[in-house]
């Protein structure tokens, strides 16, 4: 059959790659640093002023071997106010991060208070990453938690990433720090899928 005059004839081509998609939700103390970490990884800006979140949505695109893929980062708001509403952006997830501020111990502890218990009934199965922010200021007067502490908190000695199916392209060069300026570094698994490790809290 002859094209019609006019109409373009297109042989097909290869089809295109499927983007994988991965939803992150990520919680922690109201303050700590988990809006700033995400709108430098996803805009690669750092915010001037604290503007406490409610709900934000961020997404960034990268590529996992080769193929395109989609990071859809779910920035809740760590307030007790929003204790009734936070579960709501759970359903579907794919890895959550628990945030906390190196320089308060206060949002550490509430990990294991709260977090990690908040996160476990909601999403049970789900990667679970720590992640401590405000690294940069570890030097400041407060008193800083150490590594030492979270990493018998967390699976000592294992790349952050392992949970996501060839999660190392997540990275930038040079290791498990966050994006440059955000001072942010992933500092190890709370739980993993079922077999992906060991001695952790699942």
């Known amino acids: 059959m002859q094209p019609l005059l006019g109409s373009q004839s297109s042989a097909p081509g290869p089809p295109e ?86 320089t308060s111990r206060s949002s550490y502890d509430n990990i294991l208070t709260k977090w990690y218990p908040e996160v476990n009934h909601f999403c049970k199965g789900v990667p679970v990453l720590l992640v401590g922010c405000k690294t940069d200021l570890r030097q400041g007067h407060h008193e800083p ?8 908190t967390a699976c000592c000695g294992r790349d952050a990433f392992h949970v996501l199916p060839q999660g190392s392209a997540l990275l930038p060069a040079g290791g498990s720090h966050g994006p440059a300026g955000a001072g942010c570094s992933l500092l190890g698994v709370l739980s993993a899928a079922p077999g992906q490790c060991q001695g952790c809290l699942c």
């Open 17 to 102: 790659p499927m983007v994988t998609e991965i939803k992150a939700v990520v919680v922690g103390d109201g303050g700590c640093g988990k809006t700033s970490m995400l709108m430098v990884f996803a805009r690669g800006d750092f915010p001037k002023v604290y503007v406490p979140t409610v709900f934000e949505k961020y997404t960034a695109s990268f590529r996992i071997s080769g193929k395109p893929a989609k990071i859809h980062l779910w920035d809740t708001a760590g307030q007790e106010d929003y204790d009734r509403l936070r579960p709501l952006s759970y359903s579907d997830t794919n890895v959550v991060l628990i945030c906390f501020d190196v």
């Open 145 to 152: 938690v150490t590594f030492q502490e979270v990493s018998a």
